[in-house]
């Protein structure tokens, strides 16, 4: 298993681009989280998904648009990249049932500057 | 008052020494708990999950106060590689089990 993979790995954008930043997941999770964290601070989650076909907004969503059409992948598009998105981004999956979820895995995460 | 709570420290140890970290949680209907590490620059990572009954792995012990909403992890025996950022994350039930994490708590173990 290669768990959740993430990619790029870093990525350099200019103010006003767009691009995806991809995840997939190959241990059949149904949830599936996109955080990011400024340095020295706290992971906030931007969107999430509890299977394909279903998104919702997280703690800080504007700027950023998901989709999910499989259970595998769940990438992240940036519209209109602005220096605020300079973060690093982290995916993450977990497995849930029965009204329990159990634990995240995450990807190596990217690192995006945007200048 | 936020949804987790964690003291940021950082948490200054010598090698060798045990220390402990609590966590305190605003939602009474909360039903997982876990302890993530997270190293600089790199990916949170599953340390141990916190059941009700309290639960030990190696020279880590977790631990669940339902009535008094806290968890806490307890470290004996530090060593420098123990040197990192501890993360609690508290999980709801129910139709979508909201995840919260904490900012986490720093502990440098010092030689």
């Known amino acids: ?115 | 008052r936020k949804e987790v709570e964690q003291d940021p420290g950082p948490f200054n140890v010598p090698e060798g020494a045990t220390v402990a970290f609590n966590c305190t949680y605003s939602n009474s209907a909360s039903q997982s708990f876990f302890w993530y590490r997270q190293d600089c620059r790199k990916e949170p990572k599953l340390l141990m999950s916190v059941y009700s009954s309290g639960n030990e792995d190696g020279r880590f012990t977790a631990q669940l106060n339902r009535a008094s909403q806290y968890i806490s992890l307890l470290i004996r025996d530090s060593k420098l590689s123990d040197s990192a950022t501890y993360l609690c994350v508290v999980s709801s039930s129910g139709g979508y089990q909201k995840v919260t994490f904490g900012t986490g708590t720093k502990l440098q173990v010092i030689p």
């Open chain 1, 1 to 115: 298993n290669a768990g959740v993979t993430q990619t790029p790995k870093f990525r350099i954008l200019k103010i006003g681009q767009s691009m995806t930043l991809q995840c997939t997941q190959d241990m059949n999770h149904n949830y599936m989280y996109w955080y990011r964290q400024d340095p020295g601070m706290g992971l906030k989650l931007i969107y999430y998904s509890v299977g394909a076909g279903i998104t919702d907004k997280g703690e800080v969503p504007n700027g950023y648009n998901v989709s999910r059409s499989t259970t595998e992948d769940f990438p992240l598009r940036l519209e209109l990249a602005a220096p605020s998105q300079t973060s690093v981004y982290f995916c993450a999956s977990s497995y849930s049932s029965g009204g329990l979820s159990y634990e995240q895995y995450f990807g190596p995460g990217t690192r995006l500057t945007v200048t």
